[in-house]
């Protein structure tokens, strides 16, 4: 049962343009959401993360977004820049601290 | 400081067969934890390991089992193995349990398994 999910699996964008990457998810009690970033051959690396008392936080040229009432999250990346290619993954927790992750998206960024 | 390292890198077995994987967390993390990393879905939770006891576990079979070592290395274990076994297997280790909010998790480069 798929409780994080990214339903683009894909994304092309414009270097300089910005990339929006959308995550959905359906259990109410996560309240802790984190996006990694994973290169090919790489492990995940940790992105930025929002709890679930906030509906906003940035880091540079990250954004992300958090509409609780919605179940939705998205990343903001403005510019995107060729170094941004890769596969973005949400995630999300409880107080259990396990972390569910969603199947990924894509991200390319085209010079 | 070295990262997270999983060995081995890669390996193929047949259906029945059973494997080992292993991961040496950063030196001085104490938890880590193991993923399953197949297409289409993303990663999912196998199990978190803090001072040689599990703390939490995922959804699947008993067939995937665990354990770590007094120097916080960790070993899992896929026993009778499936085709549906066959994925990626990434480890993450921390210094406490249960760190999130930092983003002090850090993953190693993984295991790919491929079952025959």
């Known amino acids: 049962d798929q409780q994080v999910k990214q339903n683009s699996p894909s994304l092309s964008v414009q270097e300089g343009r910005i990339s929006i990457l959308n995550c959905d998810y359906t259990?109410?009690?996560?309240?802790?959401f984190l996006w990694y970033k994973k290169y090919p051959a790489e492990g995940p690396t940790f992105l930025i993360s929002?709890?679930?008392?906030?509906d906003k936080n940035e880091d540079g040229r990250f954004t992300v977004f958090l509409n609780k009432s919605a179940k939705h999250l998205s990343l903001h990346i403005v510019p995107s820049q060729p170094g941004d290619s890769a596969v973005y993954f949400c995630?999300?927790?409880?107080?259990?601290?396990?972390?569910?992750f969603g199947a990924g998206t894509t991200v390319t960024v085209r010079a | 400081k070295a990262g997270v390292t999983q060995t081995p890198r890669y390996l193929i077995k047949t259906r029945g067969q059973q494997v080992t994987l292993s991961c040496s967390p950063i030196?001085?993390?104490?938890?880590v934890s193991w993923y399953q990393q197949t297409p289409g879905q993303g990663l999912q939770f196998l199990f978190e390991?803090?001072?040689?006891?599990?703390?939490n576990k995922g959804n699947f079979p008993g067939r995937f089992s665990g354990r770590q070592f007094s120097n916080s290395r960790s070993e899992m274990n896929v026993s009778t193995l499936e085709l549906g076994d066959s994925a990626l297997y990434l480890c993450?280790?921390?210094?406490?349990?249960?760190?999130?909010?930092?983003?002090?998790?850090?993953f190693g480069e993984g295991s790919r398994l491929t079952v025959l």
């Open positions: 995630a999300a927790s409880a107080s259990d601290y396990k972390l569910s």
């Open positions: 030196s001085g993390h104490r938890s």
């Open positions: 929002i709890s679930s008392i906030k």
């Open positions: 390991y803090f001072s040689e006891t599990q703390r």
């Open positions: 993450a280790s921390s210094r406490v349990a249960g760190v999130l909010n930092t983003g002090e998790l850090f």
């Open positions: 259990n109410s009690m996560f309240d802790y």
